[in-house]
């Protein structure tokens, strides 16, 4: 028996050898470029070093990839007002609501909190926003940050302290200008949602290898800068309400996108590279001077909702067509005469928001004979549109 297992083991070894030696011919035999692996090593590095540098904090709720889970939990924490009492419990004291306390300064008593991830310090006036900022860098483990309607106006210097921050809300902050944000390259989700006077993301934005959700809705943004395009890692933007006439060229490199939202601005075109958005799943894009759609739209094939509502179509935007996924599908209040009866054989279409003016009986009859489980619906039924009119 020792003998057969020894003859075994012998056996295996040869067989072991030869394999190595086949691999080695097999490898030595492959054409080698070492331009295209040298590519290749390289775009591995920089891959490893942006993910290197994100945290594993999760942001999203799955089944509603464009609501932050997180943020709706920490909308959810009691106010504390009296925080010798905490100090009782400080090690698990992890989250602390200050908003609307008439601050001026931040209580000396919050350094003594060694695991506060969660800060809210909104509606509040800081009288010295750098020393703010300075003091807040003292907190170890602080991770998301909340300043909404702080007045700040654009973000001091010192923001880089805060090197491990992966949330930042500064909603209706009265900021002008946020020209160092790329400084907090760990930030997972910013927030500027409602600054009128904020105009344009800096160049800087392109630093946020992390970034993950972006809020610049009711902001005064006349566009989405191209260098955006650089956040690979962004799954939502909300940027509705604005004043943005131009989307980034290459949109199309957002390959994680999943919602995006530009409804209610002045777009007039959308760039061919949106096709390459193979993740997304809502968009919205009602309300702008759009007059077509590129071809390349119809490789959106995981969309479940568009809106087209409100803008120039003369013509029904066909490209939307061979999209199966879709659900919902928004296109009122265009100046288009006739809904395609290729409508009823989208597969995946349950309702259909047409234009109340000019959509004849007739159409909107056949289109329901070929589909009947389709609800066809004349927008002028929703009172929240009343009062708007169609573009012609």
């Not at 297992?5 to 097999?26: F, N």
């Not at 602390?96 to 003594?112: Q, Y």
């Not at 509040?124 to 926003?129: L, V």
């Not at 006349?222 to 933007?237: G, H, K």
């Amino acid at each position: 028996m020792t003998q057969m297992r020894t003859m075994i083991l012998k056996i295996m070894k040869q067989v072991g050898l030869c394999l190595t030696l086949l691999t080695c011919i097999h490898c030595s035999d492959m054409p080698k470029n070492s331009e295209t692996t040298a590519e290749m090593d390289q775009s591995h590095k920089d891959m490893t070093s942006s993910n290197s540098k994100c945290s594993t904090l999760e942001l999203f709720d799955s089944k509603f990839p464009f609501r932050s889970s997180i943020l709706e939990e920490f909308a959810r924490t009691a106010m504390n007002g009296d925080l010798d009492a905490l100090l009782l419990i400080k090690e698990d004291v992890t989250k602390l609501d200050l908003s609307d306390a008439s601050l001026n300064a931040l209580p000396k008593t919050l350094r003594e909190f060694p695991n506060l991830k969660y800060l809210d310090i909104s509606g509040n006036r800081f009288t010295d926003k750098e020393k703010l900022f300075e003091e807040l860098s003292l907190l170890p483990s602080l991770r998301i940050l909340r300043l909404n309607s702080s007045n700040l106006k654009t973000l001091p210097s010192n923001v880089r302290l805060l090197q491990d921050l992966e949330v930042l809300d500064v909603s209706r902050a009265n900021l002008q200008s946020i020209e160092n944000i790329g400084d907090l390259e760990k930030l997972k989700l910013l927030s500027v949602r409602g600054n009128s006077q904020l105009k344009d993301l800096p160049a800087s934005i392109a630093k946020l290898k992390c970034l993950q959700s972006l809020d610049v809705s009711a902001s005064g943004m006349e566009r989405l800068r191209d260098e955006l395009a650089a956040c690979t890692q962004l799954v939502n933007i909300t940027a509705n309400a604005s004043r943005i006439a131009s989307i980034p060229m290459d949109i199309g490199d957002l390959k994680q996108l999943r919602h995006l939202n530009l409804a209610a601005n002045r777009i007039e075109l959308v760039p061919t590279s949106i096709g390459g958005l193979q993740e997304l799943q809502d968009l919205h894009l009602g309300s702008n001077e759009l007059k077509g759609l590129p071809e390349e739209f119809k490789r959106l094939e995981n969309l479940e909702f568009i809106s087209l509502d409100y803008n120039r179509f003369k013509e029904f935007p066909s490209q939307v067509l061979t999209l199966h996924h879709v659900h919902n599908l928004w296109v009122h209040n265009n100046s288009f005469k006739e809904i395609p009866t290729e409508v009823a054989q989208m597969q995946g279409l349950t309702h259909l928001l047409i234009d109340h003016e000019i959509i004849t009986d007739e159409n909107i009859e056949e289109i329901k004979r070929l589909n009947p489980e389709l609800r066809v619906i004349r927008q002028d039924s929703r009172r929240y549109v009343k009062g708007r009119k169609r573009k012609n």
